[in-house]
Each structure stands twice: as structure tokens, then as C-alpha cells.
Nanobody, 121 residues
């Protein structure tokens, strides 16, 4: 099994910052892409940022220039630094990793339990 534990969500005023963390543990042989997704009430889950194992990144247009995704491969951990937060960033944020549990195993996507981010004055 692969477990993902997220932390760092909370309530912040507009213009503020938060840093999310997600640590993967369990039976892991290798991790490929890691990412952050979010789902606001009444909306579909959307991709926020993705980072490859080599460090290439991709961001949603709505967060480009404000959010930064990074990872520590030695710790199997992905981070999301969120700056200049806006009320429309309010959502449950989920981390996702694409991992292989053994050398001959297929890759699967694993998801965290979600952490609430609320941007409000």
C-alpha cells in the first residue's frame, strides 16, 4: 500500500501565503509525477500544478506566478508554496503521486485525503 499524508492547509486572508506538504510512504519502488489538485464546492476537481521526477513543472493558468510546486525525492515529498492567495483559491487540495510498487509493477495514481484551504477576510 501507498499512503499519502497532507498537511499545511488552513484559513488565510487574501494576499497571504500557505505551504502545503504531502509525504508518501509505504510500499514504494519509485515515484514518477507528483501533483496538486483542488476541488471547490460545486465544481469539478482541477489540476493545480504537476512536477515530474526530473523537476519539470506545469501550472494551471489561474495560479501561474503565484504558486510554486517542488519535491524532495529523498523524502518522497511534494510541496506547494501558495502566495498572493485569492478567495477563489478556496478549495480542498489533494496531492497525487504516480508510483510503482515494484520493478515490474504497473504505475498507479495515489491520492491524499485532502486538506482545506480557505482564503477569506
Amino acid at each position: 500500500q501507498v499512503q499519502l499524508v497532507e498537511s499545511g492547509g488552513g484559513l488565510v486572508q487574501p494576499g497571504g501565503s500557505l505551504r502545503l506538504s504531502c509525504a508518501a510512504s509505504g510500499s514504494i519502488f519509485s515515484i514518477n509525477d507528483m501533483g496538486w489538485y483542488r476541488q471547490a464546492p460545486g465544481k469539478q476537481r482541477e489540476a493545480v500544478a504537476v512536477i515530474t521526477r526530473s523537476g519539470s513543472t506545469n501550472y494551471a493558468d489561474s495560479v501561474e506566478g503565484r504558486f510554486t510546486i517542488s519535491r524532495d525525492n529523498a523524502k518522497n515529498t511534494v510541496y506547494l508554496q501558495m502566495n498572493t492567495l485569492k478567495p477563489e483559491d478556496t478549495a480542498v487540495y489533494y496531492c497525487q503521486v504516480r508510483a510503482r510498487r515494484c520493478i515490474i509493477c504497473n504505475e498507479y495514481d495515489y491520492w491524499g485525503q485532502g486538506t482545506q484551504v480557505t482564503v477569506s477576510s
